[in-house]
Protein backbone atom coordinates (compact mmCIF):
# COMPACT_ATOMS: atom_id res chain seq x y z
CA UNK A 1 0.00 0.00 0.00
CA UNK A 2 1.28 3.74 -0.50
CA UNK A 3 0.99 6.58 0.38
CA UNK A 4 -0.27 10.27 -0.53
CA UNK A 5 1.98 12.06 -3.17
CA UNK A 6 1.95 15.33 -1.21
CA UNK A 7 1.95 15.58 2.68
CA UNK A 8 -0.97 16.77 4.36
CA UNK A 9 0.81 20.44 5.09
CA UNK A 10 2.07 20.59 1.07
CA UNK A 11 -0.77 22.68 0.28
CA UNK A 12 1.69 25.46 -0.80
CA UNK A 13 2.97 22.69 -3.64
CA UNK A 14 0.40 24.11 -5.74
CA UNK A 15 -0.52 27.82 -4.95
CA UNK A 16 -3.04 28.52 -7.21
CA UNK A 17 -5.12 25.72 -5.61
CA UNK A 18 -4.29 26.55 -2.67
CA UNK A 19 -5.41 30.11 -3.19
CA UNK A 20 -8.86 28.81 -4.59
CA UNK A 21 -10.01 26.08 -2.31
CA UNK A 22 -9.15 28.93 0.57
CA UNK A 23 -11.59 31.40 -1.16
CA UNK A 24 -14.22 28.39 -2.37
CA UNK A 25 -14.17 25.27 -0.72
CA UNK A 26 -17.02 23.97 -1.83
CA UNK A 27 -15.61 24.05 -5.46
CA UNK A 28 -12.83 22.23 -4.50
CA UNK A 29 -14.78 19.67 -2.35
CA UNK A 30 -17.27 19.22 -5.66
CA UNK A 31 -14.68 18.64 -8.26
CA UNK A 32 -12.98 16.41 -6.36
CA UNK A 33 -15.92 14.61 -5.75
CA UNK A 34 -16.62 14.60 -9.52
CA UNK A 35 -12.84 13.34 -10.14
CA UNK A 36 -14.40 9.80 -8.51
CA UNK A 37 -17.52 9.55 -10.11
CA UNK A 38 -20.14 11.71 -7.12
CA UNK A 39 -21.99 14.57 -7.91
CA UNK A 40 -19.78 17.92 -8.18
CA UNK A 41 -22.74 20.01 -7.30
CA UNK A 42 -24.04 18.10 -4.48
CA UNK A 43 -21.10 17.97 -2.65
CA UNK A 44 -20.26 21.21 -3.58
CA UNK A 45 -23.58 22.85 -2.04
CA UNK A 46 -23.19 20.40 0.73
CA UNK A 47 -20.17 21.68 2.06
CA UNK A 48 -21.24 25.48 1.88
CA UNK A 49 -24.27 25.04 3.46
CA UNK A 50 -24.09 22.13 5.73
CA UNK A 51 -20.47 21.94 6.92
CA UNK A 52 -21.12 18.68 9.23
CA UNK A 53 -22.50 16.81 6.20
CA UNK A 54 -19.79 18.27 3.62
CA UNK A 55 -17.16 16.85 5.79
CA UNK A 56 -18.73 13.83 5.78
CA UNK A 57 -19.02 13.49 2.19
CA UNK A 58 -15.24 15.08 1.71
CA UNK A 59 -14.76 12.39 3.81
CA UNK A 60 -16.14 9.61 1.28
CA UNK A 61 -14.36 11.15 -1.91
CA UNK A 62 -10.78 11.07 0.07
CA UNK A 63 -11.77 6.86 0.90
CA UNK A 64 -12.69 6.98 -3.27
CA UNK A 65 -9.53 8.56 -4.13
CA UNK A 66 -7.22 6.35 -1.65
CA UNK A 67 -9.04 3.26 -2.65
CA UNK A 68 -8.26 4.12 -6.81
CA UNK A 69 -4.28 4.56 -5.85
CA UNK A 70 -3.94 2.31 -3.13
CA UNK A 71 -3.29 4.48 -0.23
CA UNK A 72 -3.33 3.15 3.48
CA UNK A 73 -5.55 4.55 6.09
CA UNK A 74 -9.53 4.40 7.37
CA UNK A 75 -12.43 6.05 6.56
CA UNK A 76 -12.20 6.84 10.30
CA UNK A 77 -9.32 8.74 9.93
CA UNK A 78 -10.41 11.02 6.50
CA UNK A 79 -13.24 11.79 9.01
CA UNK A 80 -10.90 12.90 11.15
CA UNK A 81 -8.39 14.96 8.63
CA UNK A 82 -11.44 16.57 7.24
CA UNK A 83 -12.92 17.86 10.09
CA UNK A 84 -9.59 19.30 12.05
CA UNK A 85 -7.70 19.98 8.92
CA UNK A 86 -10.24 20.55 5.90
CA UNK A 87 -8.71 23.21 3.30
CA UNK A 88 -5.16 20.95 3.87
CA UNK A 89 -7.50 17.97 3.45
CA UNK A 90 -9.20 19.13 0.27
CA UNK A 91 -5.86 20.03 -1.37
CA UNK A 92 -4.59 17.28 -1.17
CA UNK A 93 -7.22 15.08 -2.59
CA UNK A 94 -6.76 17.52 -5.53
CA UNK A 95 -3.15 16.99 -5.86
CA UNK A 96 -3.61 13.28 -5.98
CA UNK A 97 -6.48 13.50 -8.25
CA UNK A 98 -4.77 16.30 -10.77
CA UNK A 99 -2.21 14.13 -12.54
CA UNK A 100 -4.73 11.33 -13.50
CA UNK A 101 -7.39 14.08 -14.76
CA UNK A 102 -4.55 16.00 -16.77
CA UNK A 103 -4.03 12.58 -17.99
CA UNK A 104 -7.33 11.53 -19.02
CA UNK A 105 -7.78 15.18 -20.57
CA UNK A 106 -4.72 14.68 -22.87
CA UNK A 107 -6.39 11.35 -23.75
CA UNK A 108 -9.24 12.82 -25.29
CA UNK A 109 -7.18 15.32 -27.71
Known sequence: MG???NG???CFNNCT??????VAPCY????NAEAVGDSCMMV???????PIVGIYFAAKTREKVREQKGIDGSFG?????????????????AQEIQPAA???????E
Open 102 to 108: QAESMAR
Open 17 to 22: LCLITY
Open 77 to 93: GDCLVHLFCPLCALVQD
Open 44 to 50: GALYAIF
Open 3 to 5: EFS
Open 28 to 31: TAGK
Open 8 to 10: LCG
